[in-house]
């Protein structure tokens, strides 16, 4: 019989509907149920793709004999850490503060006044390598909670107050400046792993946000070392096995220093965020690896994650049917000798095993090779070309008759916001309208669906209904940050406009005494702590990606208010910029546009034209790509008629002499207009 989750939205939640135990959701409900019993609360959070989740809900929670210990003892709620990210940072602090470390599944046990006593993450079904099993896990705190009442509500209280208790200080006085950005580029040399790319040891995670910086800091000081960083690791992870290197798109993380054995699951947020990194590359280097990666990873998104609706799915799982009916992590990806045979023939499959580095013991598990382009130059790829593209469509077919990896179809609105500034800029470099309208498309299921009353965001949604979960901080940020791109690209104001809602939210709902930014609205529900975390981890918080976003739409608009707030939230940056420069990469990105103005670019012609939609006036688009591919950092770009009200930085812009010209301004003071593209880019580049 379906517990309480069968109605839910998230695919996870759904994934644990049919378990014997009696799963709630987080609601209000759960809290005076487990009251009314008399008994603590179970608190199990994970996401869809995580594959500690899957093992411990087939260990445990499949388990009759546990669910029913469970349902007797405990109230057990369930919770999607990518629909409740507030509910998942609360608990995932007080974890990490216990345990000096953290992950999911995350196993919190909580008294029905939501304070948690006890923590853990995955817990075995019999006790191994030090870790207690489950069951004795389930019935040590049972008899915790009614034996020693009094501890565990000291317990309980004190972890409380202690979680209360931490500060953050958020930054100094003012905003980061050059020194706090020297030191921050000295602080990722210092990390910098010069023979693999990257940054630190195993495992190694794809650092986007930190490139972002390089290429930026690049850009405005024309410090080599920082490029040579940013296109080093590039390239490192591009020829890894973390780079899918039939079907495009990135893994998670590698679980080596080496990039060759990857955690197998896809997410959008890492794949948005690395799509426009190597566009960025491109449009500093013209580097062909970063024009093939940028392309194929947006390729990716369109064909894998896009739904039905228009937005962009969160992410693949790791596992899949090995084929005898085990799911097994990668089975999807890797490959034996043998299997590249029977693709290829005998002589393909050599080749294609030295070209992707396939070897006889196997890169990965019981003989199997990840894929990876370990020893072949650019100039073999170039001669061999058409059998490389041979080698690989028919590798592909043959994968394409596997079992393939799940996929987690809820749409998070943070996380299509970065998909939408990635395929827009990467549309409008490499003349490809066609991902520009797979953005603006997912950028009209977002307003149809996602924005509500009062521009009031929903977190998540799937098969086209809305979820129920309001939207933080990190939500409005990134959304708005992929309507300014996406305005950019397209010269449609209406998306300036949509950001202008959002971040007037931002403005009205999250910020706090002194510049610093909640990640939760005022009017949120109430937690045992409001969270508030200005890192940058998996992506650009939310608090540093409002403080991008408030800078970009100031630049557009004039709004001291907008550029004020900006100002306030990168105090955070000139803290820990220092300090911790590889958590923090988006803010230091941001800094530096800060740093350069940034630049406002007003392009007018008859009649405005997006980039390679065929129509408009010519010489307007070649403006208006030149302005596009300036790399000064967070240079925002209007594009329109002259005097059109669709941006504020096209009034008072004319034609000059009745051609198209482009106007670079600083602060809203501006150069001489242009009508010369190579002008143009000799302006931009100074």
Request: aromatic content about 8%; overall charge negative.
């Amino acid at each position: 019989m379906p517990n309480r989750l069968a109605h839910e939205t998230s695919p996870y939640l759904l994934q644990h509907a049919d378990n014997p135990v009696d799963w709630w959701p987080w609601s209000t409900e759960a809290f005076d149920e487990a009251r009314r019993r008399n008994v603590p609360v179970l608190l199990s959070v994970g996401y869809s793709s995580c594959h500690w989740c899957h093992v411990m809900a087939h260990e445990s929670f499949e388990d009759d004999t546990t669910a029913a210990y469970v349902n007797e003892h405990f109230v057990a709620v369930k919770v999607d850490r990518e629909e409740r990210p507030d509910v998942d940072a609360v608990y995932m602090e007080a974890v990490q503060a216990a345990t000096g470390q953290g992950g999911w599944p995350m196993t919190v046990f909580l008294t029905p006044d939501a304070e948690p006593f006890y923590f853990g993450t995955y817990f075995p079904p019999e006790p191994r390598h030090g870790m207690p099993s489950f069951g004795d896990v389930l019935d040590g705190v049972s008899r915790a909670w009614t034996e020693r009442r009094e501890e565990v509500d000291e317990v309980a209280g004190k972890i409380v107050k202690d979680l209360a208790g931490r500060s953050l200080a958020y930054g100094g006085d003012g905003v980061p400046g050059e020194e706090e950005l020297a030191q921050a580029l000295l602080g990722l040399t210092r990390e910098y792993d010069a023979t693999r790319g990257g940054f630190g040891g195993a495992p190694k995670f794809p650092p986007s946000m930190a490139l972002e910086f390089l290429l930026r800091h690049h850009a405005r000081t024309g410090a080599e070392g920082a490029l040579q960083m940013a296109a080093d690791t590039c390239e490192a992870m591009a020829r890894g096995g973390i780079y899918d290197q039939l079907g495009g798109g990135f893994a998670r993380y590698s679980v080596d220093r080496d990039w060759v054995v990857p955690h197998f699951e896809k997410m959008l947020y890492d794949n948005a965020l690395l799509c426009r990194v190597y566009a960025h590359l491109w449009r500093v280097t013209g580097s062909d690896l970063a024009r093939r990666v940028a392309l194929e990873t947006a390729d990716f998104m369109v064909r894998e994650l896009r739904t039905t609706e228009g937005g962009f799915a969160s992410a693949l799982d790791a596992d899949s049917d090995d084929g005898t009916g085990r799911h097994v992590e990668g089975a999807y990806y890797v490959w034996t000798p043998e299997q590249l045979a029977e693709a290829l023939g005998e002589e393909d499959a050599r080749y294609a095993a030295r070209y992707f580095g396939v070897t006889e013991d196997g890169t990965f598990e019981e003989g199997a090779s990840v894929l990876q382009l370990p020893l072949w130059d650019d100039d073999t790829a170039v001669a061999d070309a058409d059998r490389i593209a041979s080698v690989k469509e028919r590798l592909l077919a043959a994968r394409d008759r596997r079992a393939r990896p799940g996929r987690d179809d809820k749409v998070v609105a943070a996380w299509n916001g970065l998909a939408i500034a990635a395929l827009a800029e990467t549309g409008a470099f490499f003349d490809r309208p066609d991902l520009v309208e797979r953005a603006t498309e997912a950028a009209d299921l977002l307003v149809r669906l996602h924005l509500g009353e009062g521009a009031r965001l929903s977190r998540t949604s799937k098969d086209g209904r809305a979820g129920v979960n309001a939207g933080v901080l990190e939500d409005y940020a990134d959304v708005a940050e992929g309507f300014l791109a996406l305005a950019g690209v397209t010269g449609e104001g209406a998306w300036l406009e949509f950001a202008g809602f959002l971040l007037d939210i931002v403005l009205d709902q999250f910020v706090a005494e002194g510049g610093a930014l909640y990640d939760t609205a005022h009017d949120a529900e109430t937690l045992i702590r409001r969270p508030q975390d200005p890192t940058d981890n998996a992506a650009p918080s939310g608090w540093t990606a409002a403080a991008g976003a408030l800078l970009s739409y100031a630049a557009h608009t004039g709004s001291e208010a907008h550029r004020a707030a900006a100002e306030g939230a990168l105090g955070v940056v000139k803290a820990l910029g220092p300090r911790a420069p590889r958590f923090i990469g988006w803010g230091l990105a941001t800094a530096e546009a800060l740093l350069d103005g940034p630049r406002e670019i007003a392009v007018v012609g008859p009649p405005a034209g997006a980039p390679g939609d065929g129509n408009g006036d010519g010489a307007a688009r070649a403006l208006h790509r030149t302005a596009l591919l300036a790399d000064a950092p967070g240079a925002v770009v209007a594009f329109g008629a002259p005097d059109s009200d669709e941006f504020p930085l096209l009034k008072d812009r004319p034609l000059v002499n009745g051609a198209a010209a482009a106007y670079v301004c600083r602060h809203f003071t501006c150069d001489a207009p242009t009508t010369d593209p190579a002008e143009l880019a000799r302006t931009l580049a100074r």
